[in-house]
């Protein structure tokens, strides 16, 4: 089951029609309206097991591969709109990857120079990715946000030395969060026929979480339907732990072998819908590792660990809301920019997460 929404006025708008083709303009029209897959129709295991219809929003369909196109174009236009950012100037990042492709692109679309700064534990083919668009690429210490080492902060400093810079500021710029307000919660609600029983996902920025559960709050609050929104966080993150408490504990325990997701405080994209949430769950890695081996086997689809997380969680909350549920998530990005880790038999060792993989699917390890 996948579905497509027609195009509107807003990210996709339509541009031009040519011998009855409709088309966009360029790189930055292409982003949003991204299919809903259905992704349990078709598993029939899943399906008896939650009794529930769970949808992945298919992300990693937008131009530059990832959802965090969409936060990449609105922050660059809201820099443009308040007049920070002139023609030929140079967009500041500090971002674990995808955000940063997706700046990498935009900038090549409307002119601008880009720089990324990134933890030095992201996947090489992110790396590569970056260079290949052409942005400046400053791997850096993975250090807590408090350390003024953090890449956040660096790239931060950088912006405020350079000429005609600025920092995007992905974490707090609530740009990032009405991108998916204004294009990623519209096109759920429309997809989904305002049928959805709950949404869930992962958070790193806060952006996606906290602008598709403001959407779907209002929704509630004008009496169209009741879903619930709820965040799924992977180990090593302090947010499961605030959430549960009811805001009173930030603890975070173990590390997680997700890239992008997870957080060490409440940012300020988050920080207007996380009293607003239903719940949480936390999801181990084991979990996260097998569902991205199950995708590929019985979806075909191949996606990341995120991605997976992801899934994970709406399977898990669908087989707690209970059967005849609709539960909608994300699925961020593809496989492709951690093929050589989560495909590598030394990896997984590395990682003691081989036996989390069921041996049928063990043959899908095929790098060394």
């Not at 078709?42 to 937008?62: D, I, R």
């Not at 660059?76 to 002139?86: F, H, I, S, T």
């Not at 405020?160 to 974490?171: G, L, Y």
């Amino acid at each position: 089951m996948i579905s497509r929404l027609p195009a509107r006025t807003g990210l996709t708008a339509l541009s031009t029609f040519r011998k009855g083709f409709a088309t966009v303009n360029g790189f930055t029209g292409a982003i949003g309206n991204t299919p809903l897959a259905g992704l349990f129709i078709e598993l029939k295991t899943l399906s008896k097991e939650t009794g529930c219809t769970v949808l992945g929003k298919a992300e990693f369909q937008n131009p530059g591969g990832s959802v965090k196109d969409r936060a990449a174009l609105y922050v660059v236009k809201d820099a443009e709109e308040q007049g920070r950012l002139k023609p030929g100037g140079t967009v500041v990042e500090g971002t674990a990857g995808n955000t940063g492709i997706g700046l990498a692109h935009v900038c090549r679309s409307r002119g601008y120079k880009c720089v990324i700064y990134m933890p030095n534990t992201q996947s090489q083919e992110k790396i590569d990715l970056l260079k290949m668009l052409g942005a400046d690429v400053r791997p850096v210490p993975a250090v807590a946000f408090e350390n003024p080492q953090n890449y956040n902060h660096q790239a931060k400093r950088f912006a405020e030395a350079t000429p005609n810079a600025v920092w995007t500021d992905q974490f707090d710029n609530q740009a990032n969060a009405r991108a998916h307000y204004e294009t990623t919660g519209p096109e759920i609600w429309s997809q989904t026929s305002g049928s959805l029983d709950a949404f869930i996902c992962a958070t790193g920025t806060g952006g996606t979480l906290s602008g598709v559960g403001r959407f779907l709050r209002e929704k509630k609050e004008k009496g169209e339907g009741n879903p619930q929104v709820w965040l799924a966080d992977p180990p090593g993150s302090v947010l499961y732990s605030y959430i549960t408490s009811g805001g009173k504990l930030t603890e975070r325990s173990g590390s997680s072998i997700t890239e992008g997701i997870g957080q060490g405080r409440v940012t300020n994209n988050l920080a207007p819908e996380v009293n607003n949430l239903n719940g949480a769950l936390q999801i181990k890695d084991e979990d996260s590792i097998a569902m991205v081996y199950r995708m590929l086997d019985e979806e075909g689809l191949y996606i990341g660990a995120s991605s997976a997380l992801n899934v994970e969680a709406a399977r898990q909350l669908a087989l707690k809301l209970g059967p005849g549920k609709t539960v909608v998530t994300v699925l961020c990005d593809g496989a492709y920019r951690y093929q050589t880790r989560l495909f590598s038999r030394k990896w997984l060792e590395s990682k003691n997460l081989v036996g989390a993989i069921p041996e049928r699917l063990q043959k899908y390890i095929i790098l060394p």
